[in-house]
């Protein structure tokens, strides 16, 4: 697989300033302790406007799949995340792109949506145990974008809603928000690998929040977390750590989950909003803090599965602007 992260400076007036390859290696060995304990769920948390700790999600479009049953980890108003079951497999993606440049104001990203690491066998398998609660149907294929965003983005008069893709990961992987095409806590119900991704209806793969497979050497060392990705509006997506390397929750952040202060933004120490993951609901962004740009080639819309659960999502419908 290849990560390139090129910058193209203006002030020299010529080329390419910095060259990062990072290649597969980077993303193989992630050690991880699943979370122990419970969460609550999140059904019933979206919402029609900006709320801390809910979703602010755009209207879902009729004819959504899913999970087609609730798992035993879901117990009430929590889910256990240790207990669900996960999708076996070791399939490898020679052929995931990701090339981040920087010219001018402007970051262009661009990639085929593959994961940097290996991901688990879809469709699920009828042998796996998750089978019984999620038979999601769809093989993993590449999905070629192009995102234009801002390098330093402004957070919009208003917030607005999100719906389906949010962000792209450092892994090369799309991340969707936190419910499915019924609007329930995605994490908790779909089953998914152990990097926590899956395919959706047109075989992207993706993420519905935190992954352990993508790399936050900082977070793991007890600082602030890495940046892991970028959302659609321009603004930063950082891992689960805040200052002084403390695990963040809700409450420590805003309507649209994230917060203000300085961090390491393309080489420099700059007072910035960015959105933090959180292990709790909505698990990344709440909703937008900035304006969103359109993704040509990522289908829009939320997340469909298709499973005999359900005709699954239609997809195709890019974020708001
Ligand atoms: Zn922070
Ligand atoms: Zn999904």
């Not at 999140?42 to 809910?54: F, I, L």
């Not at 450092?170 to 991704?197: K, M, T, W």
Request: glycine share 18%.
């Amino acid at each position: 697989m290849t990560v390139l992260m090129t910058e193209t400076g203006r002030a020299r007036g010529r080329g390419l300033l910095a060259l990062l390859v990072l290649t597969a290696t980077s993303f193989a060995a992630v050690a991880h302790e699943p979370f122990q304990g419970s969460l609550p769920l999140g059904d019933g948390k979206r919402s029609s406007a900006p709320k801390v700790g809910a979703l602010y999600g755009c209207p879902l479009p009729p004819g959504g799949g899913g999970a087609q049953a609730a798992g035993p980890w879901i117990k009430g108003a929590t889910w256990v995340p240790a207990e669900k079951a996960v999708v076996g497999g070791d399939v490898a993606w020679p052929e995931a792109k990701l090339e981040i440049k920087r010219v001018g104001g402007e970051r262009i990203v661009t990639g085929n949506a593959l994961p940097a690491h290996a991901t688990g066998i879809f469709p699920v398998r009828p042998s796996e145990p998750g089978y019984a609660y999620d038979r999601n149907p769809n093989r993993i294929g590449p999905r070629p974008f192009e995102i234009v965003l801002p390098t330093e983005p402004r957070p919009a008069a208003q917030a607005s809603c999100v719906g389906g893709p949010v962000g792209v990961t450092l892994s090369g992987v799309v991340l969707f928000d936190a419910v499915d095409a019924l609007g329930r806590d995605a994490p908790a119900h779909e089953i998914q690998d152990r990097c926590n991704g899956h395919p959706q209806r047109q075989g992207l793969y993706h993420y519905h929040g935190f992954s352990p497979c993508v790399p936050d050497a900082a977070g793991a060392a007890g600082r602030h977390s890495d940046l892991i990705g970028y959302a659609f509006d321009g603004f930063g997506i950082f891992g689960l750590k805040g200052e002084g390397g403390r695990e963040l929750t809700n409450a420590d952040l805003d309507e649209c989950h994230g917060h203000s202060h300085s961090v390491d933004w393309d080489g420099r120490r700059v007072e910035i909003y960015h959105y933090h993951l959180t292990r709790e609901f909505p698990y990344s962004l709440g909703c937008y803090r900035g304006t969103p740009r359109r993704v040509p080639g990522l289908a829009g819309g939320p997340d469909g599965h298709g499973g005999p659960g359900g005709p699954g999502g239609p997809g195709g419908r890019p974020p708001p602007r």
